[in-house]
């Protein structure tokens, strides 16, 4: 990600070259690469669990689970 950054920085120097990042920025009506993947998660979160839902587990199921402890899926548990 910073390296995107850093190209959009290098665009703004070489599109606005009398101005700093900061005022280049608002001179293209733009935010930092940053902000917008702040606002873009802020967005799209609460559209995929709307309110009252709970987020699924972020674990492996069961069965990955045992796999990565050395047992395959078909092994039977003591």
Partial sequence: MKALESLQRIAMRVIFQDNDYTMS???AGLETLESRRDQLTEQFFPAQC???DVMPPLSAP???RSISHG???TSKKL
């Fill in 25 to 27: 920025l608002i001179r």
């Fill in 50 to 52: 709307p309110a009252g």
């Fill in 62 to 64: 069961e069965q990955a």
């Fill in 71 to 73: 047992q395959t899926a």
